[in-house]
C-alpha cells in the first residue's frame, strides 16, 4: 500500500527483511525521495555494528530515504535529528492520552530512544553515494517498542507500559511530521544548533555518570554535553573533557 504522509511517501508492507535495506534498495533504483518504508514485520532487522533488532508485531519498524547534498561528516547529524523527532512526535501523542507518563522517555547518545535506563527504541543511519547524480542518499530506520519488548538480557519498554496506547500506524503518522519539521530546521546542518539544543532538553543531563567504549575499551566519566557538531562531551575523573564521534554509551546508573 503506498499513501501521502505529510507530504511524504509511505510504502506499508505486511514484511520485509529489513526497511532500511528495503528503502536503500527503491531510493538507488531511481524512486523518488523522501520515501518512507514501514512494515508490520521485519524478518532480518539491523542495528548499530551489524547487530540484530528483533522486530515484533505491533512495534513500529521503520525508514527514511532521502537526499542530501551536505557532506558525510553533517549527515552524521541526522542520527540526533531523529531522536529529536521521536521525542517530539511521542509528546505529541501523549497530548490526547490523559495518563500517559512519557515524561522518562529521554535519548541516549548517539541513537538511543530511553524510559528511564531502559531502551524504548533505537535509530540505524545508512548513507551511500547518490552515483551519477551527486550527493548523498541518507536512510534513516527506527525501531520503536510500542506494544511489546523483545526477549533479551536487557532493559526494556514500550509505549503502553508508559499509559500511551497507540498504534504503530498512529506512531508513524506523528513521526512523519515530527520529521518534517525537524528535517526543515536541521536544513542540512545549518540549521544543527537549534536540533543540538532540542536534543540536550531531551538527552542526557549534564553531569550524569556514563561510560563510552570507542572501540578502545570503555572509558568513564561524566556527560558534558554535545559540541558544536554533535560529537558527544564526556569529563574524566581528572577533569579533561573528551571528545568522542561515535562509540557506544553507557548509563553507569543502569
Keep these: 500500500m503506498k499513501q ?39 524478518t ?30 553533517r549527515a552524521t547529524q541526522l542520527a540526533l535529528v531523529a531522536g529529536v523527532a521521536v521525542i517530539e512526535a511521542v509528546r505529541a501523542l501523549a497530548t490526547g492520552h ?39 542518499i541518507c536512510v534513516i530506520g527506527f525501531g520503536i517498542n510500542v506494544i511489546s519488548t523483545p526477549r533479551i538480557d536487557r532493559k526494556l519498554a514500550h509505549l503502553h507500559e508508559l499509559g500511551l496506547v497507540v498504534t504503530a500506524g498512529a506512531l508513524q503518522h506523528a513521526l512523519a511530521v515530527a ?40 572509558a568513564g566519566g561524566l556527560f558534558a554535553g554535545l559540541d558544536d557538531g554533535g560529537a558527544l562531551l564526556m569529563r574524566d575523573p581528572s577533569g579533561q573533557v573528551l571528545r568522542f564521534t561515535f562509540g557506544d554509551v553507557t548509563l553507569q546508573s543502569a
Design 4 to 42: 501521502a504522509v505529510n507530504s511524504f511517501r509511505l510504502h506499508h508492507l505486511p514484511e520485509t527483511p529489513s526497511t532500511n535495506s528495503d528503502a536503500m534498495a527503491r531510493a538507488i533504483a531511481g524512486e523518488a525521495l523522501p520515501l518512507w518504508v514501514m512494515a508490520d514485520q521485519q
Design 44 to 73: 532480518a532487522g539491523k542495528g548499530r555494528s551489524g547487530r540484530a533488532w528483533q522486530s515484533a508485531p505491533g512495534n513500529l519498524h521503520t525508514s527514511l530515504a532521502l537526499k542530501v547534498a551536505c557532506e558525510h561528516n
Design 98 to 136: 490523559s495518563g500517559s507518563n512519557i515524561s522518562k522517555v529521554r535519548l541516549k547518545w548517539p541513537n538511543d530512544v530511553m524510559a528511564g535506563d531502559a531502551k524504548l527504541g533505537g535509530i540505524l543511519i545508512e548513507t551511500t553515494t547518490d552515483l551519477g547524480r551527486g550527493g548523498l
Design 179 to 218: 520529521m518534517s519539521e525537524a528535517l526543515e530546521v536541521w536544513n542540512e546542518g545549518a540549521g544543527f544548533g537549534l536540533i543540538r539544543s532540542r536534543w540536550l532538553a531531551a538527552g542526557l543531563a549534564e553531569g550524569d555518570a556514563i561510560s563510552v567504549n570507542a572501540g578502545s575499551g570503555p
